[in-house]
């Protein structure tokens, strides 16, 4: 408890230098340091009103407790018993809601994300399962009050994707939705199965967090632009005008030395301009979330669980039709509603992750 309101006291020396930094001018004109120290800020001032919580209902405890031992008068003694046998069971639940609180917030929780889902082993079921996990997280987003917008999607053959790219915004979307990226693999009766039998296929999921301008450094005139009309629906607009783009960039990860070229299309909406400005919004994402990848691994590294494993190509959880049963194997998570989660119904799944992360974290903390 000592060690919990030390940690309070730091705190709020910290919060007075940020609250005295953003109105610094010199600080507001660096933007990328306004926009972390404000966004510091605002953490912090949420922490800060749980801990006032906190010590208020201590507060409470600690003069029940002095009455009760003080107090002489039969009458007034039974007021502080009552109000301690009241507060007493409160206390733990109120630590550990504020430990929590208190571990450092990932710094990519608050962005909006690219989601990148793709057909993996399995040919036309791959796809059509790749399909049906999109259809997944859009139940889920409507759930959540997430918005999306697709940016890009191969069809397969037989319906469903190859691949399709979406970007999602929201509140915490990153911090909601980080667990869902690796493997997916499913178990069923592909609808091209003839003879009843069982098939296994998979599909990657992919959560990259959404880079900001100031996030990543790019030399926009070493970018080769290309510009080619739209194919599908839209109009005929679309087809006659050269509104889709697709760019290469020749990238030097600093992790590792390599240079790769990347090539990115966009045929996202009628108007060549914004188009351009998706391209390279993803672009910047890509190079950040390769960027950022040694920070994700070296976390994985610290930690016991899967949860945070920074291997992509790791299988995550599998859907099991037969036995209508989801397994997310990386904390022995099982539920037979499979209908219900192909609903959108995965919070449950999602919030049973968070707190085996946090678990972890907590034992990485003095607290």
């Not at 120290?37 to 029940?64: G, M, S, T, W």
């Not at 571990?103 to 079921?125: A, F, W, Y």
């Not at 509104?243 to 030395?257: A, C, E, F, I, Q």
């Not at 960027?291 to 691994?297: A, F, L, M, P, V």
């Amino acid at each position: 408890m000592t060690d919990l309101l030390t940690k309070i006291e730091g705190l709020e020396a910290k919060f007075h230098e940020v609250s005295l930094l953003i109105t610094d001018p010199s600080v507001i004109a660096d933007q990328p340091r306004y926009v972390r120290l404000n966004r510091e800020y605002h953490e912090l001032e949420r922490v800060l009103a749980a801990a006032e919580d906190y010590k208020k209902i201590l507060k409470r405890f600690n003069d029940a407790k002095d009455l009760f031992y003080n107090e002489s008068d039969p009458e007034l003694k039974a007021m502080a018993k009552a109000e301690m046998d009241e507060i007493e069971p409160l206390l733990p639940q109120q630590e550990e809601h504020l430990k929590l609180m208190l571990l450092p917030s990932d710094p990519e929780d608050s962005k909006n994300v690219v989601m990148e889902i793709r057909g993996g082993t399995g040919g036309d079921e791959a796809a059509l399962f790749a399909g049906d996990l999109f259809r997944m997280y859009v139940k889920y987003f409507e759930r959540k009050g997430f918005k999306y917008t697709v940016s890009s999607f191969s069809e397969g053959a037989v319906g469903g994707f190859k691949e399709i790219i979406f970007n999602v915004t929201g509140e915490q979307v990153y911090g909601t939705l980080k667990y869902e990226s690796g493997v997916h693999r499913v178990q069923r009766i592909p609808v091209t199965e003839t003879q009843g039998r069982v098939h296994t296929s998979a599909a990657t999921v992919a959560v990259l967090p959404e880079a900001d301008e100031f996030d990543v450094q790019i030399n926009e005139g070493e970018i080769r632009w290309d510009y080619f009309r739209s194919g599908g629906a839209g109009g005929q607009n679309v087809n006659k005008v050269n509104s889709g783009v697709r760019l290469r960039y020749n990238w030097k990860n600093p992790n590792t030395g390599e240079v790769q070229e990347i090539l990115i299309e966009c045929t996202e909406t009628r108007d060549q301009p914004k188009n351009k400005e998706r391209a390279l919004a993803r672009l910047r994402t890509k190079i950040y979330d390769s960027e950022h990848q040694k920070y994700i691994d070296d976390i994985a590294a610290k930690r016991k669980t899967m949860v945070s494993t920074g291997d992509r190509s790791a299988k995550i959880r599998t859907y099991n039709y037969p036995q209508g049963r989801i397994t997310d194997h990386r904390i022995g998570y099982t539920v037979y509603n499979l209908q219900a989660f192909m609903d959108g119904d995965i919070q449950g799944v999602i919030d049973a992750l968070t707190v085996a992360e946090n678990a972890e974290r907590l034992k990485e903390t003095n607290l």
